[in-house]
């Protein structure tokens, strides 16, 4: 399986404290039949400018090169109007994709200006942004309308794996992915006790309750994300470079 949303780099974020520990996360996925990490540490323009934070990745990433895991390094940037001072955002997304893991703002409502400022990252920076954890917005949530709308810019929509262990949330989730509302599924884990990888746990559900094909539909999307391909209406490439 392939975890599209993972913060188990050592010293980035509120994830992996130190070494030990996300070593020790790198082989719990790979306990939970994970093959591939996509490596998402926040980055929040406001505190860190994109240069320290690809070095901060550099360094992380040779700390645990021995990892017998595939890691692939990505982001999951807040968004913010200080993004528009960087000419481009390639290394924020995931490595040789344009697919930007995008965290919302926190608000309440959202507006169609807020909706144009997504529309208008996408056409300036060309980013496919796979809006994180959307099941932490009520706006979104609670609301068909807005994920569609969302989906119709050409995002991704991604839920955390907890969103189907909870039993409050699973209806609502499993609901959503037999609609074809939800993309993507990642564990963001963060460390070994209160956020641990459960990514096999969540797929165990989705099975049982809707059926294999819908794993393998979200193993699927996860498979081209990593490609850079589309992942609805045709398989053509959106490497870097190319035109979508
Ligand atoms: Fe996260």
């Given at each position: 399986?392939?975890?599209?949303?993972?913060?188990?780099?050592?010293?980035?974020?509120?994830?992996a404290k130190n070494?030990r520990e996300s070593?020790e996360?790198?082989?719990?996925?790979?306990?939970?039949?994970?093959?591939?990490?996509?490596?998402?540490?926040?980055?929040?323009?406001?505190?860190?400018?994109?240069?320290?934070?690809?070095?901060?990745?550099?360094?992380?990433?040779?700390?645990?090169?021995?990892?017998?895991?595939?890691?692939?390094?990505?982001?999951?940037?807040?968004?913010?109007?200080?993004?528009?001072?960087?000419?481009?955002?390639?290394?924020?997304?995931?490595?040789?994709?344009?697919?930007?893991?995008?965290?919302?703002?926190?608000?309440?409502?959202?507006?169609?200006?807020?909706?144009?400022?997504?529309?208008?990252?996408?056409?300036?920076?060309?980013?496919?942004?796979?809006?994180?954890?959307?099941?932490?917005?009520?706006?979104?949530?609670?609301?068909?309308?807005?994920?569609?709308?969302?989906?119709?810019?050409?995002?991704?929509?991604?839920?955390?794996?907890?969103?189907?262990?909870?039993?409050?949330?699973?209806?609502?989730?499993?609901?959503?992915?037999?609609?074809?509302?939800?993309?993507?599924?990642?564990?963001?884990?963060?460390?070994?006790?209160?956020?641990?990888?459960?990514?096999?746990?969540?797929?165990?559900?989705?099975?049982?309750?809707?059926?294999?094909?819908?794993?393998?539909?979200?193993?699927?999307?996860?498979?081209?994300?990593?490609?850079?391909?589309?992942?609805?209406?045709?398989?053509?490439?959106?490497?870097?470079?190319?035109?979508?």
């Amino acid at each position: 399986m392939i975890d599209l949303h993972t913060h188990i780099l050592p010293h980035m974020d509120d994830g992996a404290k130190n070494v030990r520990e996300s070593l020790e996360m790198i082989e719990c996925l790979n306990l939970h039949e994970v093959h591939t990490a996509i490596c998402t540490p926040h980055f929040d323009p406001r505190k860190i400018s994109i240069e320290e934070f690809v070095s901060k990745i550099e360094k992380a990433f040779l700390s645990i090169h021995d990892s017998r895991m595939t890691l692939i390094p990505g982001s999951e940037t807040r968004y913010h109007n200080l993004l528009y001072q960087y000419s481009d955002l390639d290394q924020l997304c995931i490595q040789n994709t344009n697919y930007l893991l995008l965290e919302l703002p926190d608000q309440e409502h959202w507006s169609n200006s807020d909706f144009e400022n997504i529309e208008k990252l996408i056409n300036i920076f060309r980013v496919i942004p796979m809006i994180a954890h959307i099941e932490r917005y009520h706006f979104l949530w609670n609301n068909k309308k807005n994920i569609r709308r969302f989906m119709n810019l050409g995002c991704v929509m991604q839920i955390n794996a907890n969103t189907i262990i909870d039993k409050k949330q699973r209806k609502t989730a499993l609901h959503y992915i037999k609609n074809g509302l939800i993309d993507a599924i990642g564990s963001d884990c963060h460390n070994m006790l209160q956020r641990p990888p459960n990514l096999k746990e969540a797929f165990v559900i989705i099975k049982k309750e809707i059926g294999n094909f819908y794993c393998d539909l979200l193993q699927q999307n996860a498979n081209s994300i990593i490609k850079g391909r589309m992942i609805r209406n045709d398989t053509s490439l959106m490497l870097k470079g190319s035109e979508f």
